[in-house]
């Protein structure tokens, strides 16, 4: 095995057709051109290559991160540069995957929560992991730690062990086959 860094929407260090699989564990809600990244995981598969991916849905901890930002900023945060949520409207992604050619997209979205452990330090700076370079500029982690643990039980409660479990998380597993190509 070995590892390689690569641009997902520029594959170019690959031959076409030549993995079997390719997996993408939430990724591809983040390129530029979404539409090229899943154009050049087609491009790199074998016929009859599957493609996994994961993409969010919905999470809570967005809302957690934009609440905060509110409460440091006194006003709405702009929207982050990127986006985890930018895949989740209903068939975005399917169209995108049969766009580029792939049969035989198969989905399917499950719930669950995040369990952000018992130590209340882990559990602000994981919640506000998004949102660290904004809080180290404005050096307002101590404003940041104040406000998340304001809000925290608002979106999340505390499990019996003492951890803060954050529900309402959803993603979706897509599986996506590049068909066998047929020569005459």
Request: glycine fraction near 4%; include cysteine; charged fraction near 20%.
């Amino acid at each position: 095995m070995t590892c390689q860094v690569a641009d997902m929407q520029d594959l170019v260090a690959f031959s076409d057709n030549s993995f079997d699989l390719v997996t993408c564990c939430y990724g591809f809600m983040f390129p530029p051109d979404i539409p090229k990244a899943v154009q050049e995981s087609y491009r790199v598969l074998k016929p009859g290559g599957q493609l996994i991916a994961t993409t969010w849905n919905k999470i809570a901890m967005m809302v957690v991160v934009r609440a905060v930002m509110t409460e440091i900023l006194g006003q709405e945060p702009p929207s982050p540069p990127f986006n985890p949520m930018s895949l989740s409207e209903r068939g975005l992604f399917e169209s995108m995957l049969q766009g580029a050619g792939y049969e035989a997209i198969e989905t399917s979205t499950y719930d669950y929560p995040f369990d952000l452990s018992n130590d209340p330090e882990i559990q602000y700076k994981a919640v506000l992991l998004p949102a660290k370079a904004s809080i180290d500029e404005l050096d307002a982690w101590d404003q940041a730690k104040a406000a998340f643990d304001k809000i925290k039980l608002e979106f999340g409660a505390y499990s019996d062990h003492g951890h803060l479990i954050v529900p309402n998380n959803q993603y979706k597993l897509s599986i996506a086959t590049k068909p066998f190509t047929t020569t005459v």
